[in-house]
């Protein structure tokens, strides 16, 4: 009798982590059984699988820069909301230093000497929600990206107010070649 209680227990204790979102499901996963992820509505939680900015090597603030973004996505299927968006951010790393925010109030500090810039969020041009293509203007300014530099983008999927699982990937800024 007293096993048997301590079993109900347990159960009454497993569920209620469930219920707050604590199971040990990845949060993919739990979004397409149907729960709500954080600020995602059953469904919405996508992936990125793989992405990159094309052409390595764009100049910050080169106005005849355009760059191609492509990246894979993984989703909940039919049942997914909305095509997502592709956001993208660079992670510029100052090694012993802890970046103020720039003048426009981007990026900041994070205790790591990392500054993080939000370089947008683009919308597909591809008809396959799972395919993301499209080309854009430069998106690195002068004034928050460094010329001739290593960093790492990062590369997230948005629908709405939802953001799903990134992937990051290494960039060099600089004199593009062109033919």
Not at 65 to 94: D, K, S
């Amino acid at each position: 009798m007293n096993l048997r209680l301590r079993v109900s227990s347990l159960l009454v204790v497993m569920a209620s982590f469930e219920a707050m979102g604590c199971s040990r499901a990845p949060a993919f996963e739990r979004s397409c059984n149907g729960e709500y992820i954080n600020a995602c509505i059953p469904f919405e939680y996508t992936q990125v699988v793989t992405a990159s900015l094309e052409p390595q090597r764009i100049s910050p603030g080169d106005n005849l820069g355009v760059a191609t973004l492509r990246a894979t996505f993984r989703n909940c299927g039919e049942r997914t909301p909305a095509p997502a968006a592709l956001q993208i951010t660079a992670v510029i790393a100052r090694a012993g230093t802890t970046v103020p925010f720039d003048s426009r109030g981007d990026g900041g500090p994070t205790g790591s000497g990392q500054r993080i810039v939000p370089l947008g969020t683009f919308r597909n041009a591809s008809r396959d929600p799972l395919v993301f293509l499209a080309t854009v203007e430069n998106p690195f300014d002068e004034v928050s990206i460094p010329g001739n530099a290593d960093f790492t983008l990062r590369f997230r999927s948005i629908i709405g107010a939802c953001e799903g699982d990134g992937i990051e990937s290494p960039y060099r800024t600089g004199p593009s070649i062109r033919p």
